[in-house]
């Protein structure tokens, strides 16, 4: 089932914060985020894994709360080259080993100067 | 490194005609995906493999097929081609281990007149 997004959309200044949240109605056992460019493909951004590992890019923090089921994406201070669309990616653990993500419908992230 | 390739970058089909998109990566990743990707929405799982020989559906799979007959190609075919089928296709690869990223191809526009 697809995780939902929110908000679905966001404007901002340049060097102002934003936070897009993820929620899934089922048990996690991993969260993706993607930043997404006009007419470019996904680019990694970040994993929350179960027990709190966490791996990604070191100006991009997030949370990941396995008991809600839900995951935060903390963009400070942003820049115009956060502009985009994020999308989480859900997994509720192997199966077949494949590690098969459930993307939300994305978060458009729009920064003005 | 090339990453991941698709080919071809553009293609506009008639109403049942038939295509395979190739997806082609380097890395020596076990995992592939393809994925479609309709306007405004997240991406959506049309089929994978865990590795060479093997594949399995995703969650759109009606209308496609797959095969991974070399460990670094993965082909996605449309024997049928539908209106409903015109979307951005993107492949994917991943290596095996828990906490791996997914790395995207550029894309595929494909238009089904």
């Known amino acids: 089932q697809q995780p939902v997004q929110s908000p679905q959309a966001v404007i901002l200044r340049e060097g102002e914060d934003a936070v897009i949240n993820c929620s899934s109605s089922k048990a996690l056992y991993s969260v993706h985020w993607y930043r997404q460019k006009h007419g470019e493909a996904p680019v990694f951004l970040m994993i929350?894994?179960?027990?709190?590992e966490q791996k990604g890019h070191e100006k991009i923090s997030a949370s990941f709360n396995e008991k809600k089921q839900q995951s935060s994406l903390y963009l400070t201070a942003s820049q115009l080259s956060y502009s985009g669309t994020y999308f989480c990616?859900?997994?509720?653990?192997?199966?077949?080993?494949?590690?098969?993500?459930?993307f939300g419908q994305g978060t458009r992230l729009t920064i003005n100067p | 490194n090339a990453g991941v390739t698709q080919t071809p970058k553009f293609r506009v089909l008639k109403t049942g005609q038939s295509m395979t998109l190739l997806c082609a990566q380097d890395m020596n990743h076990e995992y592939m995906y393809w994925y479609r990707q309709d306007p405004g929405m997240g991406l959506r799982l049309i089929h994978y493999s865990v590795g060479e020989g093997t594949t399995a559906k995703g969650e759109v799979p009606d209308g496609y097929n797959v095969s991974r007959l070399k460990k670094q190609n993965f082909l996605l075919g449309l024997e049928s081609a539908a209106p409903s089928q015109t979307s951005v296709y993107f492949c994917a690869s991943r290596p095996t281990g828990i906490g791996n990223e997914q790395f995207f191809g550029p894309g595929t526009r494909l238009t089904v007149l």
């Open positions: 990616g859900t997994d509720g653990g192997f199966i077949q080993g494949a590690q098969k993500l459930v």
């Open positions: 929350l894994l179960k027990g709190g």
